[in-house]
């Protein structure tokens, strides 16, 4: 393994701006944050998300930003900070990976899919619901069918409340005591 030079001049040179001892840096310690982050990487599904690379240069591009809030005196210093940093970036990783609940197999079938898939409703659906609406339309009183008719429509409460006469709460009330009602009648769960 290389070492720098005198090591303290080198960083307080990339504290200063110097592109040329930031490389300088960035080669020799880089090296070691890909095999810190690579050594930990067992589970390959971890590996189609992010490889070592990707912690290695958010690690390294927080070690530049912050250079300068650093104590750093020789290179077993910057080893010791620059692995425990690696650590915690991959540790913060996995968890927001495990956070998302994220399966890259799924997520790949689903993008494959996504334009054959439709969101509508199936025929059977739509049929057994309009039957369904015709079962519970037919056993309501007329003031509670024209309740359900100005509900299908789209009309808010208020609306409905105006035209009909009475609060809208009530109106609602009495309209879902009447639709619990009929879903028992008929068997249903809810």
């Given amino acids: 393994m290389t070492t720098l030079a005198d090591?303290?001049?080198?960083?307080?040179?990339?504290?200063a701006g110097d592109q040329h001892a930031a490389t300088q840096l960035h080669h020799r310690f880089a090296p070691l944050v890909r095999r810190t982050v690579a050594g930990r990487m067992m589970d390959s599904r971890l590996r189609r998300a992010f490889d070592a690379e990707d912690v290695c240069q958010e690690v390294m591009a927080r070690f530049f930003r912050r250079a300068a809030e650093y104590t750093l005196a020789t290179e077993d210093d910057a080893e010791r900070l620059l692995t425990t940093m690696a650590r915690r970036k991959l540790s913060d990783r996995i968890d927001a990976e495990r956070a998302e609940c994220r399966d890259n197999r799924r997520a790949a079938g689903e993008a494959d899919y996504a334009d054959v898939v439709s969101t509508a409703p199936s025929a059977v659906r739509v049929v057994i619901a309009r039957d369904l609406w015709t079962a519970m339309r037919s056993r309501l009183s007329?003031?509670?069918?024209?309740?359900?008719?100005?509900?299908?429509?789209?009309?808010?409460?208020?609306?409905?409340?105006?035209?009909?006469?009475?609060?809208?709460e009530a109106?609602?009330?009495?309209?879902?005591?009447?639709?619990?009602?009929?879903?028992?009648e008929l068997g249903l769960d809810s």
């Fill in 171 to 184: 109106l609602r009330k009495r309209l879902a005591r009447a639709a619990d009602r009929i879903a028992e």
């Fill in 142 to 168: 007329p003031e509670d069918r024209e309740l359900a008719d100005w509900r299908a429509t789209g009309a808010e409460w208020d609306e409905i409340a105006q035209h009909v006469g009475g609060t809208a």
């Fill in 7 to 15: 090591f303290p001049a080198l960083l307080s040179r990339v504290r």
